[in-house]
């Protein structure tokens, strides 16, 4: 039987979907009652509608719907608030770029003014901090996490699916859903990198930035520095990995790669420029039709 594959439903306020019986899969699925987000450094409760976490590919073979066991096999993050998990990254970045497994989290720091002096126009979302030494010792980064958007039909069809089907097996996901790499890096954070590292260049500071392994595979090449103190940026690239029994996933460390905002743009971009004469090659052939 032909192998089909689609991705589905990874994480599920913050538990495995293949770990869920199929109650609890509907009881989900309903959307009743508000459930505690298990990553949140707040302790808060989940504020992202519908609670899916993440994404994973699924397949199906002779009628049976299983997770994905090779290259493509683990999570990709839809909630960003998934990276928060035991404050992992937070004490990693804290390490890696100030020296610190104990930085301070300021938060929603004006960055951009208008020339009356309204910082609302800008912000830098999250800013890691070491006052090691006193106050007037202040080292920091700015922090940029990014999760990846889907493509495809809403989740409520998925959510239908999950309510009216049969039985204790995995449902295999009702319609094609795909993680959207180019518009979550060319068009969410690249911009927000060319905005804010030229500034942070400037000034001497890092710019630290949390994505999942997928999502950095997804870029292209980039060529990296031997230092952070020759790179703009700190790629710290996390992976997950499923506990026995199937029930919950747990963040791990993967790889640090340091470039500067230039190469970084490169590959967020995802290709290198055609030549010249192919260019023009591809206006005539344009016209010709």
């Not at 989940?46 to 066991?69: H, I, M, Q």
């Not at 404050?87 to 720091?109: H, N």
């Not at 959510?159 to 204790?168: E, L, V």
Request: a neutral charge.
């Amino acid at each position: 039987m032909k192998r089909v594959r689609r991705f589905g439903i990874g994480e599920w306020y913050g538990r495995s979907y293949a770990g869920l019986t199929a109650s609890e899969r509907q009881a989900y699925a309903t959307g009743n009652g508000s459930h505690p987000c298990p990553f949140r450094s707040d302790g808060g409760k989940c504020t992202k509608k519908g609670g899916v976490c993440s994404f994973r590919l699924y397949e199906k073979t002779d009628g049976a719907t299983v997770p994905a066991t090779d290259e493509d096999a683990g999570l990709r993050v839809l909630c960003p608030r998934r990276f928060e998990e035991d404050m992992t990254i937070f004490q990693w970045v804290g390490e890696v770029v100030l020296g610190t497994s104990e930085p301070e989290i300021a938060t929603e720091v004006g960055f951009l003014k208008t020339a009356d002096g309204n910082t609302n126009v800008g912000r830098i979302d999250m800013v890691l901090a070491s006052q090691e030494g006193g106050a007037a010792a202040l080292h920091w980064c700015a922090l940029e996490i990014q999760a990846v958007y889907f493509s495809g039909r809403s989740m409520s069809e998925e959510f239908r699916n999950i309510m009216h089907f049969q039985g204790d097996s995995l449902p295999f996901p009702s319609h094609p859903r795909r993680p959207d790499y180019r518009s979550s890096g060319p068009k969410r954070l690249m911009p927000q990198l060319q905005i804010k590292v030229p500034t942070l260049r400037r000034w001497g500071k890092k710019m630290a930035v949390v994505v999942d392994k997928h999502f950095f595979r997804s870029l292209g090449h980039m060529e990296e520095v031997g230092d952070l103190s020759s790179g703009d940026i700190a790629w710290c690239v996390v992976d997950f990995v499923e506990e026995d029994g199937g029930g919950q996933f747990r963040l791990v460390k993967d790889s640090i790669h340091v470039t500067t905002l230039e190469r970084a743009t490169e590959g967020l971009t995802g290709g290198l420029p055609v030549t010249l004469p192919e260019f023009e090659e591809g206006i005539r052939s344009k016209l010709a039709r």
